[in-house]
């Protein structure tokens, strides 16, 4: 029988699956769905500075979504930390995508803050990373912060 | 007279920048009186998968902080949502650095969560992402996720 903290860790791991999917489906309804929506949200895309309010978040996503062919997540290394009402997951997103023909495989670092609402665990931070194909070669520089 | 959600804030970026303070002076003691030290603390550095629980994250910053000649922070675009005991930042880190006689200017988005405790505010999570020069010209797929 599951322990009650793990029945929460749980609920978050589907909250964060939930994330993955709506962006796999390129789905702005489900991405909608699962967000906080306040003024607060932040998001991050990779090379991008943080975008800040869920106005903003939303016209990224919906870019996003215009813009892509096909995308299709595998996720790993997923951690949970439930702190009461939020909850922070890191992962790594493998990601294959197609672009123009293209095939291409990359690999994101991600962390995605969660907060408990009477709706259930919804998305208010995300904040995606590339991660370098070599990284244990990078110089220190690239390395630090 | 303050109230005392500002209060909190305040704390809160009193720990962020005594993060930063930690960084740019490359003090190790300092590093790690500030963060939890606990088994799920996670460090995100740029281009790194995620490092996990706090020997690996202090083993990191010896590495970086043995390794870099000098650095200097400039901090912008704070963002501070506190959740009761847990707040998260965002920052964007501009950063000049000195490696071999080269100075380097470079752009840093930062995701940072502090749990409060009996000694304040300490660090949980830190994540870094390079920021790119030409983020409107990105194409789609480094634009995702």
Redesign the interface.
């Known amino acids: 029988m599951l322990r009650p903290v793990d029945t929460v860790a749980l609920a978050v791991r589907g909250a964060n699956e939930a994330f993955y999917e709506a ?1 796999e489906q390129l789905d702005m309804h489900a991405m909608t769905r699962i967000w906080t929506r306040g003024a ?1 949200d ?1 998001c ?7 975008l ?1 309010g869920w106005t903003d978040v939303q016209e990224s996503w919906r ?2 979504f215009t ?2 062919t096909f ?1 299709k ?1 595998s996720i790993s ?1 997923t ?1 949970v ?1 439930v ?4 909850a ?1 997951v ?4 493998n ?1 294959f ?1 197609l ?1 123009g023909g293209t095939r ?1 495989h ?6 995605n ?1 969660f ?1 408990l609402g009477p709706q259930g665990w919804r998305i ?2 995300h ?6 194909s070599r ?1 244990a070669r ?8």
């Open positions: 962006l607060l932040i991050i895309h990779p090379g991008w500075p943080p800040s870019a996003i813009n892509t995308m997540f290394e951690s930390q702190f009461g009402d939020v922070r890191t992962c790594l997103e990601i995508s672009s291409m990359s690999q994101v670092a991600a962390t803050l907060v208010t931070l904040h995606g990373s590339p991660v370098a990284v990078l110089p220190p520089d690239e390395a630090d912060a």
